[in-house]
């Protein structure tokens, strides 16, 4: 069946259920994930599954037939129990090795309409606080499988009036009424996701299952909603008393001219692979803690009878001694071994677990012995592993950023007429960049040297160096101040053929 021809169907019921059933892929397994990202959950904490401990308070009393007369008393006590966020710990490096750079955005200008577009494009990206939109993003896509970004429309406070204040003359008399939000949709964060793909592939609907809590006059209940946005309209159905209908209220038509929904998705987490290493290293600290308690103390070994009452002299705190009779002896048992064995699995547990997951171990004991700041070439080498684990992330999240700008360029396209044409022409492409360590002198000498060799130009070598994303603006303020500084040099030039001195020799180029 089309998408067309579900919507169609009068029983909201059946609806949901052949919407629903076009997911393609399984279900995001929701709580074995929460239970992998929060380590409180984790199996070492769990009472049933790592028990406590018996321990002898009052042994057994027998009978002269060996009969017990009372049985030994236990009491239970807790074990160690030491559980670690790796999970999140490796999430977030990889987070931030993708997308803890902005991004990149790409185009080629065919006019003054084209720029205008992109800086739109730009403010929306601040109004959003995209920077930390692409983290939460990303965090979400490694640790629960599934995300969607939801655009919407928002009264305007004074957005647009920000834009009309850098670009002149975009809107003439009249303003969009609203500006464009974003949220995301998340099984972590309640959703349960259902995209829509057609029979050729193409994302063509996204529907989400979620339950809130409604205030009624006679107290609180939870209610179901089914949300199903297309390229045209958002339907929200409600069921109530088991019985769904259309909330008219939440259903709309957009007026987006594509779908105002992104959807990512991996078939495991970034940590699927490394939860047996990270239950056993857990298990292995937590069983070696508890062998540190048991032998912290050490047990004292008498031999023979003691000499006196208690075998004790005259003693003060600076002298304590014991007296034992004839051949008798005394000594303490000690932890003689060392715990090789223990050292060597916990090590080899860490390796395996970053290993695995293409995460550098980014700990001062381990950066402080690179001496100097490395330089951004030798940073490459050194973290090449987790650069190359970002190219394949970016399989997946390229695409997803792309979608996103291509769903912006249209939506300002449909808000704003005079950008309409712009919208349709330009063609803005989005680059993931891997964190890396940049030496601005080794990029300045890049850019000018390419800029020089007349491989670059001086708006490619602004972006290049990446410290400004208003770029047109940056190359306005760069011919103004050195149109300013030419005036100034005419005029000393002048000045000094008037007086008849030499005018001041320029310092040479560097």
Request: overall charge negative; charged content about 30%.
């Amino acid at each position: 069946m089309t998408l067309e021809e579900i919507l169609a169907v009068e029983d909201i019921s059946k609806k949901i259920q052949l919407l629903k059933a076009y997911r393609k892929t399984p279900l995001p397994k929701v709580k074995e994930l929460r239970d992998e990202w929060d380590p409180d959950q984790h199996d070492v904490m769990n009472p049933s599954i790592r028990k406590k401990r018996k321990v002898l308070v009052k042994e057994a009393e027998y009978g002269e037939d060996d009969n017990i007369i009372k049985p030994a008393i236990y009491q239970e006590e807790d074990v160690n129990r030491v559980a670690l966020p790796i999970e999140q710990e490796i999430v977030n490096i990889h987070t931030a090795f993708t997308v803890g750079k902005d991004p990149l955005l790409s185009y080629k200008s065919n006019g003054k309409k084209e720029d205008d577009l992109y800086a739109v494009i730009q403010t929306i990206n601040r109004d959003n606080k995209i920077r930390y939109q692409n983290k939460r993003v990303t965090r979400t896509w490694f640790s629960e499988q599934d995300v969607v970004e939801y655009w919407y429309e928002k009264t305007d406070t004074g957005f647009w009036a920000k834009v009309a204040a850098k670009i002149k003359q975009l809107f003439g008399s009249v303003k969009p009424a609203n500006k464009l939000r974003c949220t995301i949709w998340s099984p972590f964060r309640g959703d349960t996701l259902y995209p829509f793909f057609d029979e050729t592939g193409d994302y063509v609907a996204q529907s989400r299952s979620y339950t809130i809590t409604e205030h009624t006059l006679f107290g609180r209940r939870r209610v179901e909603f089914f949300q199903t946005v297309t390229a045209t309209n958002v339907f929200v159905w409600k069921k109530v008393s088991g019985v769904w209908s259309l909330d008219e209220r939440k259903s709309f038509e957009h007026h987006f001219p594509k779908l105002p929904c992104i959807y990512g998705y991996r078939d495991r987490t970034l940590c699927h692979n490394i939860k047996p290493q990270r239950a056993r290293l857990e298990k292995v600290l937590s069983d070696y803690a508890d062998c540190i308690d048991y032998h912290f103390f050490p047990y004292l070994i008498l031999k023979g009878e003691l000499a006196g009452e208690a075998g004790l002299g005259n003693q003060d705190e600076r002298r304590r001694m014991i007296k034992i009779e004839e051949e008798g002896d005394a000594f303490y048992l000690t932890w003689d071994q060392t715990p090789e064995a223990i050292k060597l699995e916990i090590t080899t547990l860490l390796e395996n677990i970053y290993g695995l997951t293409s995460t550098p171990r980014i700990t001062f004991e381990n950066m402080k012995n690179l001496g100097q700041a490395v330089s951004g070439v030798a940073f490459k080498y050194m973290f090449m592993q987790i650069l190359l684990a970002v190219d394949n992330h970016a399989e997946v999240l390229g695409e997803f950023l792309q979608r996103r700008y291509n769903f912006l360029v249209a939506a300002i396209g449909s808000l704003c007429p005079g950008l309409k044409e712009a919208a349709d022409t330009i063609d803005i492409t989005v680059e993931i960049q891997p964190y890396s360590i940049d030496n601005l002198k080794e990029k300045l000498e890049i850019a000018t040297g390419a800029k020089d060799a007349k491989f670059m130009s001086r708006k490619s070598g602004i972006m290049f160096l990446g410290m400004t994303d208003q770029v047109e603006e940056e190359i306005a303020q760069i011919d103004e101040e050195d149109k300013e500084q030419a005036q100034k040099d005419a005029q000393n030039g002048q000045g000094a053929a008037k007086t008849g001195e030499k005018p001041a020799a320029s310092a040479p180029a560097k």
